[in-house]
């Protein structure tokens, strides 16, 4: 009998050593916000730009510190809108490469080449601190919380390239790198993916998108729902926009694909999309959703 007590005591007393750090691991926001912060430093990350190559070096590292495994796709087009020739890469950071059912978390790391809706200087480049570092600086993030806290499924983060390097009226030359994604890797089929972008706005408010909406209803009103149960304000299920973004090609393939975004941004695609207009406690409730998809279930 005493030896019984003992064994009770010794896997209660290991139980509540692991149990709590499994069962929810933190999503950092102040570590997010620093990786906003590194990605400004880098300046523009448009293709082509020293930034560009300087800001796929750091995310290569430090995902390869992080990850089971980073896979490069790395691709090149004749520059739509110029001379010479787009040198793009996507990153796929993979956690539990073994494991069948998968869910995919997206961003673009690219930043726009220019400011086209800013009137006093429409030919600089972005600083993209919302419209592209936002959902970076999320996916870093979870990339360590993934690293130290096994995920009980398996796990992508997809970082595209070439999102925003098409001209207004020219939706052909937008969504680079995640057409050419989907288009060269026919037989990735994750359960789901879930698209980052201009989550970082400091006023932030996420409806539904419309595509999604429409092409992925389920998990669109499951993620909705845990934003709820969780008391995030920021997601509000009311339907907006339809967005032309990276989740489109995903769902044009049959993949249930829901965006992330808020599009009410007045700073969208002006010098204006600095850190000033962002937050961490936004980025903070984008993780908070995400950590809790992953390792409580989406719930569809």
């Not at 896997?11 to 691991?25: C, E, G, K, Y």
């Not at 590292?61 to 790395?74: E, G, K, P």
């Amino acid at each position: 009998m005493q030896h019984a007590m003992l064994w009770v005591a010794f896997a209660w007393t290991l139980l509540s050593a692991v149990a709590p750090v499994d069962a929810a691991p933190k999503f950092d926001a102040q570590r997010a916000w620093s990786h906003m912060e590194t990605q400004l430093s880098f300046g523009s990350r448009a293709p082509g730009r020293e930034g560009h190559e300087r800001c796929l070096g750091w995310m290569r590292a430090t995902l390869d510190s992080l990850a089971d495994r980073v896979q490069v796709h790395s691709f090149s087009m004749e520059d739509p809108y110029g001379e010479g020739r787009l040198e793009l890469t996507n990153l796929r950071a993979v956690y539990r490469p073994e494991a069948r059912t998968r869910i995919a978390l997206a961003a673009h790391w690219d930043t726009r080449p220019f400011a086209d809706r800013d009137p006093e200087h429409p030919d600089r480049p972005l600083p993209g601190a919302n419209d592209g570092a936002s959902g970076v600086a999320v996916l870093m993030e979870l990339a360590r919380v993934f690293a130290e806290h096994r995920p009980p499924v398996g796990v992508d983060l997809l970082f595209f390239d070439g999102e925003d390097y098409g001209r207004e009226g020219d939706p052909d030359h937008y969504l680079l790198g995640s057409r050419r994604f989907v288009q060269d890797h026919p037989e990735y089929r994750p359960r789901a993916l879930i698209l980052l972008d201009m989550v970082g706005d400091r006023d932030l408010r996420i409806p539904y998108e419309r595509y999604s909406a429409t092409m992925a209803p389920h998990l669109a009103r499951a993620v909705f729902d845990r934003a709820r149960a969780l008391g995030l304000p920021a997601f509000v299920p009311v339907m907006g926009a339809p967005i032309l973004d990276d989740h489109m090609p995903f769902l044009n393939a049959g993949i249930d694909a829901l965006d992330l975004i808020d599009f009410d941004y007045a700073p969208w695609h002006t010098l204006a999309d600095d850190l000033d207009a962002c937050s961490p406690q936004s980025l903070e409730q984008v993780g908070i959703l995400l950590v809790s998809l992953v390792y409580e279930g989406l719930g569809y």
